[in-house]
């Protein structure tokens, strides 16, 4: 933990094969979490700035209350004082992460299951451990964090930096928004954010909430059984889809991203570009009716992974979505092993061979001792090579 003062910090004995933060936190599904250079995340959640760190065994957790401001929904323009000494005396933060983080299901089961249905899941997820599915704020999913700087309530400091929570709908349902947000560099979104929070803010209280799945609540509420299942999906699933579609700018994919991230329908596969090529290498779509990403080829590529994975589709998808990312791809390079006698290259399936020159990467693993502490520190690089070899046909 280097410097970090544990005596400051609570801990929860769990894995890095259920939880990876440094994987969950950066595969696309929130973008309000910051990381310094101590290794900690935090970010403004639930009227408290909360702060984690992880190791091999435990998550380390801290949270940071909100100052009590008499504020507005836009920030105000003098500072609280910092938060970094302060520690919520009534903590309720255990409960908080283990909802966020959506810690009940057995992670490593759930690996086995879709590995057993799916070869190409089993080959890339060894790689990919500890991805979990947030359980975030459904009216957060639906919209990031600018919107907080400039309409969230300032909740204090943590290092020198503001935090702010996410603001409600009607923060920025009100006149002067949109203009606001286009001055923001939102674009073109500027007028999809403003009316689709009029019209969130124009519906019954809790309207977002109605569309969870039961199974999934709110914190602090208990799970109730969900609908019969499905290949399209459970009713409730499709009905939240559908209304989803009914705000301005929302389409199949983000209606599917607020379903699987914010109302915890499971079975939800958001479809985007990167899904669209994973599914065209490795699941033999592009061709005939599904050349293109359609409509009908949209659907169709959900239902092939709700066939392959269930109820958690969404889940399993989005491990392999985190596997095409290029900030992991660092852990599906080909592997180079050095013996004295010349460099055999083990290649991954399918890898061409040509000219006798293959390019290959090789993920190289060095310790760097700190001079303040004396600790070793391991980090990885990758280092590229050409090796040129006798002229080999295509690996089987």
Request: charged share 25%; glycine share 8%; hydrophobic share 35%.
């Amino acid at each position: 933990m280097g410097g970090l003062n544990l005596a400051e910090w609570q801990k929860l004995p769990v894995s890095l094969t259920e939880l990876c933060i440094n994987t969950t936190l950066r595969c696309g599904q929130s973008f309000r979490w910051r990381k310094n250079d101590a290794g900690i995340w935090s970010m403004a959640l639930h009227n408290r700035i909360l702060c984690l760190h992880q190791d091999p065994e435990h998550l380390y957790y801290r949270s940071l209350p909100a100052m009590k401001l008499e504020a507005p929904l836009t920030p105000p323009s003098s500072q609280p004082p910092s938060l970094a000494s302060e520690t919520i005396t009534a903590d309720d933060t255990l409960p908080l992460i283990q909802h966020y983080f959506n810690l009940t299901p057995n992670l490593t089961k759930l690996y086995q299951q879709w590995s057993a249905a799916d070869a190409n899941f089993a080959k890339k997820a060894p790689k990919f451990t500890g991805v979990r599915i947030l359980r975030q704020d459904a009216w957060e999913a639906l919209m990031v964090h600018k919107l907080c700087v400039n309409y969230g309530p300032l909740l204090g400091h943590f290092e020198g930096e503001p935090y702010h929570d996410f603001p409600e709908p009607h923060a920025l349902a009100h006149d002067g928004v949109e203009a606001k947000l286009r001055a923001l560099g939102f674009g073109y979104r500027a007028k999809y954010l403003h009316q689709t929070a009029c019209m969130v803010a124009s519906r019954p209280a809790g309207w977002l909430d109605s569309l969870r799945n039961p199974e999934s609540p709110v914190l602090g509420t208990k799970p109730k059984p969900g609908a019969e299942w499905s290949a399209e999906g459970r009713e409730g699933y499709r009905a939240a889809h559908e209304q989803l579609l009914t705000l301005q700018g929302v389409g199949p994919k983000v209606a599917d991203c607020v379903c699987l991230m914010g109302l915890g329908w499971g079975e939800a596969v958001p479809v985007d570009t990167h899904v669209w090529q994973i599914a065209q290498r490795d699941y033999k779509f592009g061709k005939g009716k599904h050349a293109s990403l359609t409509k009908q080829t949209y659907d169709a590529v959900g239902a092939k992974f709700r066939s392959l994975w269930g109820q958690e589709a969404g889940w399993a998808h989005s491990v392999l979505f985190t596997a095409d990312l290029r900030a992991f791809s660092e852990r599906l390079v080909v592997k180079v092993e050095v013996k004295d006698e010349g460099v055999v290259v083990k290649t991954e399936e399918g890898l061409e061979v040509e000219d006798g020159v293959v390019k290959v990467e090789q993920l190289v693993e060095r310790s760097i001792k700190r001079e303040r502490d004396g600790e070793q520190n391991k980090m990885f690089e990758i280092e590229e090579k050409v090796v040129r070899k006798t002229k080999r046909g295509r690996k089987a």
